[in-house]
């Protein structure tokens, strides 16, 4: 699985990690939650707080948005966005 993620300020992309982890015997949520994991700490960025909507998101579009509200530390940046490519 790759998972992309990115910092959007203002309908620039501020900054990318693109991240792989081979599923193994994991489950995908399994996998999805390490390598969400991994591309915070890539971008020095707090873990976002999932909701629903993100799991629709997610399922439907292969990519959801984490906006300022789903943080608990306060951000420099519109969104953040993941992508699985």
């Avoid at 990690?17 to 700490?41: I, M, N, P, W």
């Amino acid at each position: 699985m790759v998972l992309a993620g990115r910092i959007i300020k203002k309908g620039t992309v501020m900054a990318e990690a693109r991240l792989s982890q081979e599923t193994g015997t994991a489950s995908f949520g399994e996998v999805l939650e390490v390598l969400l994991l991994k591309v915070c700490r890539e971008l020095d960025i707090s873990v976002p707080i999932w909701l629903g909507i993100n799991t629709k998101d997610l399922a439907i579009k292969r990519r959801t948005s984490f906006y300022p509200d789903q943080f608990i530390d306060k951000i420099k940046f519109d969104r953040f966005e993941i992508i699985l490519e």
